[in-house]
């Protein structure tokens, strides 16, 4: 079996939902307290023993590539101040091995994946999505390459979400449990489908396990949901030659792809930070008590 080495994180996405925030500025980089969203998503996949990372991105998103790469006068005048903590946190992101693809035409996120293949080649690899970041003992990327050790075959993350929110997500139509903690073999793979026709309430949420043998169904896949090539769409082909197995996610999800999300997610881990904890519990109840 194969090492699992490689992950791809797509960040072509414009960002609307974050307008105006983002007309110059790359969404990946609006922070959750003082840390860019994309290096929470880059650090699990390094916790899960990841060790070449491709980001695929569009236009307006330099500030990603230069986030990873090193800034010698910055490092210089912390090394100067002596701010070595900082030095420490500045100096981390940038032994990372990064890699970036710009994919120039974006055509949905089947197609982001696709433009990674020669990155990639003949091996399982990760994808990432920077919608959502994952708390849970075990990462969850690493929970899906433990699947993978287990079976030699894809695995893809999923949750249970309210009924009415399937729309929102790629939806799975399980076939049988086949471990009770949480392992499911999957009879088909639906992308947003309307809640009266989702076959589960098991949603897809943004981090795949996937076998190469995806990118040939990917060469395949004519454009779906909203005109886009669909990642989904190549998964449920896939499972007709291979499984592709669901693993229900049993941690703690932040949805950061929303206004709201973005918001209770600082005041989450804003009330987890060494620096902002207390000042901030106690502002939220003084706020409270005047609503
Ligand atoms: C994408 C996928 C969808 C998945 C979701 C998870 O949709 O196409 O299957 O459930 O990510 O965040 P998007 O949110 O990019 O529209």
């Known amino acids: ?26 969404k990946e ?9 994309i290096e929470y998503i880059v650090r699990e996949a390094i916790a899960s023993g990841i060790e070449d990372i491709v980001v695929v991105d569009g236009k307006s998103k330099r500030s990603i ?13 912390l090394r100067e101040k002596n ?21 120039s035409h974006p055509k949905g996120l089947g197609d982001a994946i696709l433009t990674a293949k020669d990155f990639i080649g003949d091996e399982p690899f990760v994808v990432l999505l920077g919608d959502d970041l994952m708390q849970d003992e075990v990462p969850l990327t690493k929970q899906l390459i433990e699947r993978y050790h287990e079976t030699g075959e894809s695995t893809l993350a999923v949750l249970e979400v309210p009924h009415d929110q399937v729309s929102e997500y790629g939806v799975i139509d399980p076939a049988a449990k086949v471990k009770e903690d949480g392992l499911y073999r999957v009879k088909s793979f639906v992308e947003k489908p309307q809640p009266e026709d989702a076959p589960s309430d098991l949603a897809i ?12 169904e990917l060469e395949q896949t004519k454009p779906g949901k909203g005109g886009e090539i669909q990642l989904t769409d190549a998964i449920d082909s896939l499972n007709n030659r291979q499984h592709v197995y669901a693993h229900e996610f049993k941690g703690d999800r932040y949805d950061i792809g929303s206004k709201i999300g973005f918001l209770e997610t600082n005041i989450e881990f ?14 939220i109840k003084e706020l409270a008590a005047k609503l």
Do not use: C
Request: charged share 25%; net charge negative.
């Open 65 to 77: 590539e230069d986030h990873f790469d090193s800034n010698p006068e910055l490092e210089n005048n």
């Open 205 to 216: 949420i943004g981090r795949y396990l996937l076998t190469p043998e995806i990118f040939e």
């Open 83 to 103: 701010k070595l903590e900082l030095l420490k946190v500045v100096e981390e992101t940038t032994d990372i091995n990064m890699y970036f693809i710009r994919q």
């Open 1 to 26: 079996m194969k090492p699992v080495r490689k992950a791809i994180i797509p960040a072509a996405g414009l960002g609307t939902r974050f307008l105006p925030a983002t007309k110059a500025l790359a």
């Open 270 to 283: 804003g009330l987890k930070h060494p620096q902002t904890k207390d000042q901030l519990r106690a502002y």
């Open 29 to 37: 980089m609006l922070p959750i307290v003082d840390t860019p969203t």
